[in-house]
């Protein structure tokens, strides 16, 4: 009799643990098809060329385009979906995936010196990594003491 309540009590536990992550992470898909237009919505902007910005017509709409960005990043906020940290940070293999390798002596090997993409997660899951390029030394610089570096990959 015992046995029987402790297992209810524990099929309970994990029926309501299973049902409160079911809504936090509901929106997963959905955000996973936003953040596309997240993306669309930055590139528009930065491909407007500075010329062009200073004709009213074309400022009104980047003002349009800017806050329809802030209120996509608004909703995220929302629902707990915020930006991964990258930039000047150390490659995390949990958060970025690293695209290229750029030779440098100006940061840390493995450090994270340009972003491709922008990623997210929705509260504590990674919802979508970061496109990193990372920090190599060049040629003449020096890499770390003992440092083995495949050139087959």
């Known amino acids: 009799m015992l046995r029987q309540m402790a ?8 029926l309501e643990r299973e049902k409160q992550e079911a809504g936090a992470y509901a929106v997963t898909s959905f955000a996973r098809d936003i ?5 669309n919505l ?5 491909a407007v ?4 910005r200073a004709d009213q017509a074309v400022a009104n709409v980047i003002t349009g ?8 990043f608004n909703v995220f906020n929302k629902y707990g979906i ?3 940290e990258a930039l000047g940070q150390k490659l995390d293999p949990n958060k970025h995936q690293a695209m290229l390798e750029i030779p440098t002596n100006d940061a840390e090997p493995g450090t994270v010196v340009q972003v491709l993409q922008t990623g997210f997660v929705i509260k504590d899951r990674l919802l979508r990594p970061a496109l990193v390029a990372v920090a190599k030394p ?6 770390a003491p003992g440092a083995q570096v495949d050139t087959n990959a």
Not at 35 to 39: H, K, N, T
Not at 42 to 46: C, H, N, S, T, V
């Open 35 to 39: 953040l596309a237009v997240a993306d």
């Open 7 to 14: 297992e209810t009590e524990n099929v309970r536990r994990r």
């Open 65 to 72: 385009i800017e806050m329809t960005e802030r209120e996509v």
């Open 82 to 84: 915020a930006q991964v």
């Open 49 to 52: 060329p500075e010329a062009a």
């Open 138 to 143: 060049t040629e003449g610089g020096s890499a």
């Open 42 to 46: 930055r590139r528009a902007l930065d």
